[in-house]
């Protein structure tokens, strides 16, 4: 429930990526396996319909608390590798400022590749989570060997960046900054890519957040993202960049009818409106777009200009196991 004092105060504020006020969240109907919706249907989607929720795995990752670590998010990758043996490949793509691993997962065969990624704004970890809840829902759903999830696998490769920032996740977390999104060096990571750059203002260094570095590409972070999104053998099609607040969907649709169709699918399966993205340069979906890679950004959760209350966690989390779903729909054009 949404009360309409705190829509009124939130539609004062402005929201972490950009502007924007609290939406009400969609109803989730409980006890409706996400999962399976289709199964007591009449007339199930193609694919659907073929997995129980009783034929799917334990979760694992259930850890919508404040402190979602970068150690408590490695122990997780490293619980599903063991679980989906053969399923899942974990790498690191480069370090953070402080030195800590910039991890990835790996999923699937196909020849296009999926960027999912999350915690780019530090105090947004609960972001890094929902990233985790999709690459395990797809596990999940792959170990059936099942049409609904195979199909989205042999299409494609799914890559799983679940926290873009860890030094920064770590600064909330201690309570030292809690309101910080920037990276150790007080980077806004989401305000240092090169396009747009230049004429981006933002706010000085010593900022919690909207400080774009001294330099496009300043941090660590940033750039070992860009050198892994354009490594020679990548080919992404689609990324979906998870944030925290608002329960919106923030697209361009300049970009493209890819873009659209894949905000629009976004949109009918998680129940969150689509606005457009109002980024004024040098974020991250600038980047993409640049790239030509059609993107879009999910704000997770009611807004609120600080931390996403962890009661909130079942709810992102069944949003976030609606994703898997959305993909499968984008394979069926
Ligand atoms: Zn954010």
């Given at each position: 429930m949404v009360c309409v004092a705190a829509l009124l105060l939130s539609a004062l504020l402005s929201s972490c990526a950009n502007q924007a006020s609290a939406v009400p969240q969609p109803e989730i109907e409980e006890n409706t396996p996400i999962s399976a919706p289709?199964?007591?249907?009449e007339t199930p989607s193609p694919g659907f319909?073929?997995?129980?929720?009783?034929?799917l795995g334990p979760e694992l990752v259930d850890a919508y608390t404040h402190h979602y670590s970068p150690e408590i998010l490695e122990a997780d990758l490293r619980e599903l590798a063991k679980a989906y043996e053969g399923q899942i490949t974990l790498g690191v793509y480069g370090q953070s400022a402080q030195g800590r691993d910039l991890n990835y997962a790996r999923i699937g065969d196909g020849s296009k590749d999926i960027i999912i990624t999350g915690?780019?704004?530090?105090?947004?970890y609960m972001s890094s989570v929902a990233v985790m809840n999709v690459l395990e829902e797809f596990l999940r759903i792959q170990k059936t060997g099942k049409l609904y999830g195979t199909t989205v696998l042999k299409e494609y490769t799914i890559w799983f960046l679940p926290s873009l920032n860890p030094d920064g996740a770590v600064i909330s977390q201690s309570g030292e900054i809690v309101k910080i999104k920037a990276n150790a060096n007080g980077v806004d990571l989401n305000r240092n890519?090169?396009?747009?750059w230049d004429d981006y203002t933002g706010?000085?260094?010593?900022?919690?957040?909207?400080?774009?570095?001294?330099?496009?590409?300043?941090?660590p972070e940033t750039k070992s993202l860009v050198e892994f999104i354009e490594s020679p053998d990548r080919n992404i099609v689609y990324s979906i960049d998870m944030h925290t607040s608002g329960n919106v969907i923030y697209s361009d649709d300049t970009r493209g009818e890819e873009t659209e169709r894949l905000s629009e699918i976004m949109s009918r399966i998680t129940g969150f409106p689509i606005w457009e993205d109002p980024s004024e340069g040098a974020n991250y979906s600038d980047y993409l777009g640049a790239q030509g890679i059609p993107t879009i950004t999910i704000e997770l959760g009611i807004?609120?200009?600080a931390i996403v209350e962890e009661s909130e966690g079942p709810f992102v989390k069944e949003v976030a196991k609606r994703i898997p779903r959305a993909l499968y729909l984008l394979t069926q054009q």
């Amino acid at each position: 429930m949404v009360c309409v004092a705190a829509l009124l105060l939130s539609a004062l504020l402005s929201s972490c990526a950009n502007q924007a006020s609290a939406v009400p969240q969609p109803e989730i109907e409980e006890n409706t396996p996400i999962s399976a919706p289709a199964e007591e249907s009449e007339t199930p989607s193609p694919g659907f319909e073929t997995v129980g929720v009783s034929e799917l795995g334990p979760e694992l990752v259930d850890a919508y608390t404040h402190h979602y670590s970068p150690e408590i998010l490695e122990a997780d990758l490293r619980e599903l590798a063991k679980a989906y043996e053969g399923q899942i490949t974990l790498g690191v793509y480069g370090q953070s400022a402080q030195g800590r691993d910039l991890n990835y997962a790996r999923i699937g065969d196909g020849s296009k590749d999926i960027i999912i990624t999350g915690g780019i704004h530090a105090r947004e970890y609960m972001s890094s989570v929902a990233v985790m809840n999709v690459l395990e829902e797809f596990l999940r759903i792959q170990k059936t060997g099942k049409l609904y999830g195979t199909t989205v696998l042999k299409e494609y490769t799914i890559w799983f960046l679940p926290s873009l920032n860890p030094d920064g996740a770590v600064i909330s977390q201690s309570g030292e900054i809690v309101k910080i999104k920037a990276n150790a060096n007080g980077v806004d990571l989401n305000r240092n890519f090169a396009e747009g750059w230049d004429d981006y203002t933002g706010r000085p260094d010593g900022s919690i957040e909207f400080y774009k570095g001294p330099a496009p590409l300043s941090e660590p972070e940033t750039k070992s993202l860009v050198e892994f999104i354009e490594s020679p053998d990548r080919n992404i099609v689609y990324s979906i960049d998870m944030h925290t607040s608002g329960n919106v969907i923030y697209s361009d649709d300049t970009r493209g009818e890819e873009t659209e169709r894949l905000s629009e699918i976004m949109s009918r399966i998680t129940g969150f409106p689509i606005w457009e993205d109002p980024s004024e340069g040098a974020n991250y979906s600038d980047y993409l777009g640049a790239q030509g890679i059609p993107t879009i950004t999910i704000e997770l959760g009611i807004f609120t200009d600080a931390i996403v209350e962890e009661s909130e966690g079942p709810f992102v989390k069944e949003v976030a196991k609606r994703i898997p779903r959305a993909l499968y729909l984008l394979t069926q054009q």
